[in-house]
């Protein structure tokens, strides 16, 4: 177990009971990046710190021919995850394991190779080595495939007052809005293409889509 396992266990043990009716609020954006994923047919895809994987089966029902991955470095969020997943009949399409975004193998996990889709929802901001967890994310993404990223802007549009509360109020919940967002993905893999970046809600949110070239490992 480490020290981020204990954490996200620490915060998410009571969390997770309230998690999806307080945060549809507050992170937005995440319907437009479920929207935009856009899958292939029959297309793996992925979510890293899939939480009360909320995405996941919302994925489901809108690609009833889409296999569904997602990991969590949280056995709390995880079991409200799982339990979720049982309710909407969806365990024979969802596949969930307990992995750290910076360092996992999907053979391990789930004994497949790679994904066509993998997506980040307000997780970067909360792991310390957000560049690690990106670089592991292009590492198992398909030849053309895609990487869709949805999380805490810097808030540069909106007033002080506001931004200054909602840092007080995020700092509570160790999130971090990763301000180096934009220059950092083309960085991440020589494989990877950054395909679109927008900070949308006058900068509460940034959200970016990145392919992966059809080039080797
Ligand atoms: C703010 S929640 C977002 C949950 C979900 N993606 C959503 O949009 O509702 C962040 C999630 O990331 C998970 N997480 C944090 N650090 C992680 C890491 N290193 N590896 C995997 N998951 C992690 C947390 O346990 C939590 O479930």
Known sequence: MTGAHLLMDRIYRHQRHVY??????????????LDGLQPPWNGRI????CGTARNLTAVARAHPDARLFGIDIS???LATARRKIE???LADRVRLARGDATRFDPAVLFGVP????IFFSYTL??????????????LWLQPGGELHLVDF????????????????WLQLFHVTPRDGLRSTLPRVSAHLALVSFERPYRG????AICRRLPSGR
Do not use: N, V
Not at 20 to 27: C, E, G, M, T, V
Not at 46 to 49: A, K, N, S, T
Not at 153 to 168: A, T
């Open 114 to 117: 790679s994904f066509s889709r």
């Open 20 to 33: 999806d009716a307080s945060r549809k609020y507050y992170l937005l954006g995440r319907d437009r990046l």
């Open 204 to 207: 509460y949110a940034q959200y």
């Open 87 to 89: 309710r909407h009949g």
């Open 46 to 49: 992925l979510e890293i710190g």
């Open 125 to 138: 901001s909360m792991i310390p080595d957000w560049e690690k967890a990106l670089q592991q994310a292009a």
């Open 153 to 168: 802007g810097g808030q540069e549009g909106l007033p002080r007052w506001f931004r200054h509360g909602l840092g007080r």
């Open 75 to 77: 056995s709390e969020m």
